[in-house]
């Protein structure tokens, strides 16, 4: 059974920066890939940005060039590095074993709150 446990998320104004960490059981990002997921009040969960067992990224296009995704594989942990944030990034944030395929291992999730 893989667990993930997400950290990093917190309050922060407009225009700030967090960054996010999924940390896995075991080594399964290398294998799978992760995908960093959010979900704001009322909405639909929707893919944030994408890394695929070969490194290769993808984002979606509210967070192109503001967010950047990567992988310590030797720790088991994707990150989110998130700059220039604004009140739409507000929700909470989930990672997800498995990109572009997801799986069903996903975090607890992270709550982000960007406000002044």
């Known amino acids: 059974q893989v667990q993930l446990v997400e950290s990093g998320g917190g309050l922060v104004q407009p225009g700030g920066s967090l960054r996010l960490s999924c940390a896995a059981s075991g080594s399964i990002f290398s294998a799978v890939g992760a995908g960093w997921y959010r979900q704001a009040p009322g909405k639909q969960r929707v893919l944030v940005a994408g890394?695929?067992?070969?490194?290769?990224?993808n984002y979606a296009d509210s967070v192109k060039g503001r967010f950047t995704i990567s992988r310590d594989s030797a720790k088991n942990t994707v990150y989110l590095q998130m700059n220039s944030l604004n009140s739409e990034d507000t929700a909470v944030y989930y990672c997800?074993?498995?990109?572009?395929?997801?799986?069903?291992?996903w975090g607890q999730g992270t709550q982000v709150t960007v406000s002044s």
């Open positions: 890394i695929r067992s070969s490194s290769n990224t």
């Open positions: 997800n074993a498995g990109f572009p395929a997801p799986t069903p291992y």
